[in-house]
């Protein structure tokens, strides 16, 4: 039997997740599923809680949430001084922020209308928008060249 499905819809974010049969869990695995579901969750009513879609992402929730709440205080101190937001300071608070807590390599583009085409590490990518800024994170592997 299929297991119903339920939408939460705001503003675009559309998340569909499946319910649970009360079925017994395997006891390998069952605690990371359930903690993954919960931190997908919390993730979902922050977005929605901030005004953000999430567009696409290749990246740990913990790390998503860290660049969704800089990039939300980033836009909120602009608006309550009066100036419109600057993408160039949201780009550079991101990439220094993911730099110095992640390691180097991060690029961060923000603006209201880019194109991009990147190929980034596994567990790198975010792309989200706040209000009209769409935010593309994305982290590549360094290599040292040794001569």
Same mark, same amino acid.
């Given at each position: 039997?299929?297991k119903?499905?339920?939408?939460?819809? #705001? /503003?675009?974010?559309?998340v569909?997740?499946k #319910?649970?049969q009360k079925q017994?869990?395997?006891?390998?695995?069952?605690?990371?599923?359930?903690s993954? #579901?919960?931190?997908e969750?919390? +993730? !979902? $009513?922050? =977005?929605?809680s901030?005004?953000i879609?999430?567009?696409s992402?290749?990246?740990p929730? $913990?790390?998503?949430?860290?660049? +969704?709440?800089?990039?939300?205080?980033?836009?909120d101190?602009?608006?309550a001084? /009066?100036r /419109?937001?600057?993408?160039?300071?949201?780009? /550079?608070s991101?990439?220094?922020?993911f730099?110095?807590?992640?390691?180097?390599?991060?690029h961060?583009? =923000?603006?209201?209308?880019f194109?991009?085409? !990147?190929?980034? $590490?596994?567990?790198?990518?975010?792309?989200?928008?706040?209000?009209?800024?769409?935010? +593309?994170?994305?982290?590549?592997?360094? #290599? !040292?060249?040794?001569?």
């Amino acid at each position: 039997m299929e297991k119903p499905t339920s939408q939460i819809t #705001h /503003r675009n974010l559309n998340v569909t997740q499946k #319910h649970k049969q009360k079925q017994p869990l395997p006891l390998t695995g069952a605690a990371v599923s359930r903690s993954i #579901h919960t931190e997908e969750l919390k +993730l !979902v $009513s922050l =977005a929605i809680s901030f005004n953000i879609r999430l567009r696409s992402a290749d990246m740990p929730f $913990s790390m998503q949430e860290r660049a +969704l709440r800089l990039t939300r205080a980033l836009l909120d101190s602009s608006t309550a001084m /009066r100036r /419109r937001p600057n993408p160039t300071l949201v780009a /550079r608070s991101l990439k220094k922020e993911f730099d110095s807590a992640y390691g180097p390599a991060w690029h961060c583009v =923000a603006g209201k209308s880019f194109g991009s085409f !990147v190929t980034h $590490s596994p567990g790198g990518f975010l792309y989200f928008s706040a209000d009209s800024l769409f935010v +593309l994170l994305f982290k590549t592997e360094v #290599h !040292v060249i040794s001569r």
